[in-house]
């Protein structure tokens, strides 16, 4: 079984090698269901930018939403399955999850208190970062890729919310902020469980 080592990025070894490691993207996600889970970064950067221009801004939000909902899809049906990828996928949404509630934010649409309650997930997981980073380096190996339901129901229903922040449909708003809150929490614990769970087998 193939595991993600933390210097598979260096620029090592023949110049082949090197073209290999261009643009430093990993060969795992040298594929269909690699570059939907990556066009979401550029995606995320145009959200921000296309704002308060609402049709585009949403357009770019929901083409950002369908690739992560058809990512790992197109990834199981292709066998383009990897820890790299799944790893990425994460991170990736969050980078793009943030954007759109960073965008709306600035640009008035989002109130303050619902930016942290859509982001109830995160701000638990911060915390937890340099003892799974430390897990991490030490089994150099990464946790199974597999979602739980209820961080894709966090994921959807923050898309939700983030639509009515900008129609201004404030009772829409509040009540998925909420539910994004909920899910988000739950999430997190079934994730750290997992973790632990998957890391005391290795001690």
């Not at 933390?6 to 060969?27: A, D, E, T, V």
């Not at 934010?105 to 208190?113: F, K, M, Q, T, V």
């Not at 003892?131 to 990464?142: D, G, I, M, P, V």
């Not at 509040?174 to 998957?198: A, H, K």
Request: hydrophobic share 50%; charged share 15%.
């Amino acid at each position: 079984m193939r595991y993600w080592r933390l210097n598979n990025l260096n620029y090592i070894g023949n110049p082949s090698q090197q073209r290999n490691n261009m643009f430093l993207i990993p060969k795992e996600m040298r594929n269909i269901s690699g570059f939907l889970t990556i066009v979401r970064l550029p995606l995320a950067a145009m959200f921000i930018w296309l704002l308060p221009n609402l049709f585009w801004a949403m357009t770019v939000m929901y083409i950002g939403a369908f690739t992560d909902i058809i990512d790992g899809i197109v990834a199981r049906r292709l066998g383009q399955q990897s820890e790299v990828g799944g790893f990425a996928d994460g991170w990736i949404d969050k980078v793009f999850n943030f954007s759109l509630c960073l965008g709306s934010w600035i640009h008035g649409y989002l109130p303050l208190y619902c930016f942290f309650l859509l982001f109830t997930r995160e701000i638990i997981q911060i915390p937890m970062v340099p003892y799974f980073y430390r897990l991490y380096k030490t089994k150099q190996k990464f946790p199974p890729s597999s979602s739980v339901v209820y961080g894709k129901a966090a994921t959807v229903t923050l898309v939700v919310a983030i639509s009515a922040a900008l129609l201004q449909v404030n009772w829409v708003l509040i009540l998925t902020s909420i539910l994004v809150c909920i899910f988000g929490t739950m999430s997190t614990i079934m994730y750290m469980q997992r973790d632990i769970d998957l890391f005391s087998k290795f001690r």
